[in-house]
């Protein structure tokens, strides 16, 4: 076998793929070692806390090893896989390949929970749900299941495990992942007495069930004066039932918004208003832009003309469009708007937004908003596109909501909820009739925003609606 000099491998370290990061999750590898890779090429899909992203290897050579697997949370900076290139690529190519087939275990190597060999840097392994598979990596599902986050298989029951001696340890501790050994805990399991399957003697979720699930020793006989104990209810649990509940890791897309939430909720005061509007003529119009050669192709619905009224009262309400500098204790007026649209995909809720959005015309606008929904559906979203958002709109009527009181996304003034537009009685030019209505809700921040603009930029958003012929006088 050809020995390779340092000098052959390159290390290729996560990279911050977004302002600030410092970690990213391994979704999918797509090399293995003894793959050749081209400079350009995608080796893996990471997820950070703003979104997915394909990483591209930045030189040519032969893939020497993957340091991490797929469900590993890595710091950025951390070399995640090395590539042997040029006069070594060669040399790499066979005996890695060999290597991959024969599985043999370098000299030295010592146990490690998480990760492929003794790493210095901080990684988090993603816990995994039902049983773990011995080599076979889960791939990540990517469609989107009607705009909702569904709830993924209960785990399956683990076999039951004959009685076997107790677990080999290092020193006094049995070897076992941090999600294992929260599990022994709460089952009542001592990990000193359970035998494991995994490699290099590492206790599995498995080997914790079969544990509890094992028969316990047979008593010694009670003399016969003293009566038997009564047996336990079939129906009472005797343990902590894993089953009935599921445990989800928050981290990704879902802890950098938990986070985000909290600091706005308890930085800017919110205040939340509301109208009901009659939107008839709106998705009368609607229907004729479907028919509208102009709009052949693009996404034509009422969120397009909601997002052109708000765009239009921010024009007659600048002050509107404005964010809060703490450190500077100014209120800085943006004269430019990008034009939020939270999105909700299985990765958790994003907030991509429409870049210069006032610029656009209305075909324009429809042209954005169809890519940004595709995009983010596809989960392809990139940070950049998340990034810099003044105003957003949140549309909770597709879910057949009314309305709500939207939290404001970091560093805007301003979130604009759209409630299920319904058929109700109206009193409409004296009479009672049946019309299209919805309830917006406008939240923002008092701090820059008093009650009079406010009011003002709602009632104007509601004023389109009721009369689009409005975009063109007041645009």
């Known amino acids: 076998m050809t020995t390779m000099t340092d000098s052959s491998v390159r290390e290729f370290k996560m990279p911050d793929v977004g302002e600030g990061l410092t970690e990213a999750e391994i979704l999918k590898w797509y090399v293995q070692p003894g793959d050749t890779v081209t400079d350009g090429q995608v080796v893996c899909e990471v997820e950070t806390a703003k979104a997915a992203v394909e990483l591209p290897i930045p030189y040519d050579g032969v893939v020497r090893e993957l340091h991490f697997p797929e469900g590993t949370t890595v710091d950025v900076g951390t070399s995640i896989i090395a590539v042997a290139v040029g006069d070594g690529a060669a040399a790499a190519a066979e005996p890695v390949q060999e290597a991959v087939a024969e599985e043999p275990k370098p000299e030295g190597r010592q146990p490690v929970l998480v990760g492929y060999g003794v790493s210095t840097s901080s990684t988090k392994r993603r816990p995994r749900k039902g049983a773990e598979a011995p080599a076979a990596a889960q791939t990540p599902t990517a469609a989107i299941q009607a705009e909702l986050n569904g709830h993924g298989p209960a785990a399956p029951a683990a076999p039951a495990a004959p009685a076997a001696p107790a677990a080999p340890v290092t020193g006094d501790r049995p070897l076992a992942k941090p999600p294992v ?16 399957s995994g490699p290099d003697g590492i206790i599995t979720r498995e080997d914790v069930h079969a544990a509890v699930a094992a028969p316990e020793p047979a008593q010694a006989a009670a003399p016969r004066s003293e009566p038997a104990a009564p047996a336990a209810s079939p129906s009472a649990p005797t343990s902590y039932d894993t089953t009935r509940e599921t445990r989800i890791p928050v981290k990704g897309v879902r802890k950098a918004t938990a986070a985000a939430m909290v600091g706005s909720a308890f930085t800017a005061p919110h205040v939340t208003e509301f109208v009901t509007v009659d939107v008839t003529r709106t998705m009368k119009l609607v229907e004729e832009l479907k028919q ?18 708000l765009l239009v009262a921010i024009k007659r309400n600048p002050d509107i469009n404005a964010s809060w500098d703490e450190a500077a204790q100014e209120i800085v007026v943006k004269h430019y708007v990008n034009l939020g649209i939270a999105a909700a995909t299985p990765r958790g809720l994003i907030v991509p937004n429409i870049k210069d959005a006032h610029a656009q015309t209305l075909p324009q606008l429809a042209g954005s908003l169809g890519e940004l929904v595709s995009t983010a559906r596809e989960g392809k979203t990139s940070p950049a596109a998340m990034q810099g958002g003044t105003v957003t709109i949140t549309n909770v009527g597709v879910f057949g909501v009314d309305t709500g009181t939207p939290i404001l996304n970091p560093g805007e003034s301003a979130i604009l909820a759209v409630g299920a537009i319904k058929l109700q009685p109206w009193v409409h030019k004296g009479k009672v009739k049946p019309r299209q209505v919805t309830t917006l809700a406008l939240s923002f921040d008092h701090r820059l925003v008093d009650g009079e603009l406010g009011s003002k930029v709602l009632a104007d958003v509601a004023a389109v609606l009721e009369q689009p012929k409005r975009l063109i006088s007041w645009a």
Do not use: H, Q
């Not at 050994?181 to 089952?187: F, H, N, S, V």
């Open 181 to 196: 050994r929260k599990l022994a805990k709460d089952l009542g399991v001592d990990l000193a007495t359970v035998v494991p």
């Open 292 to 309: 509208d050669k102009e709009y052949t192709g693009l996404r034509v619905n009422p969120l397009l003309l909601i997002a052109k009224a």
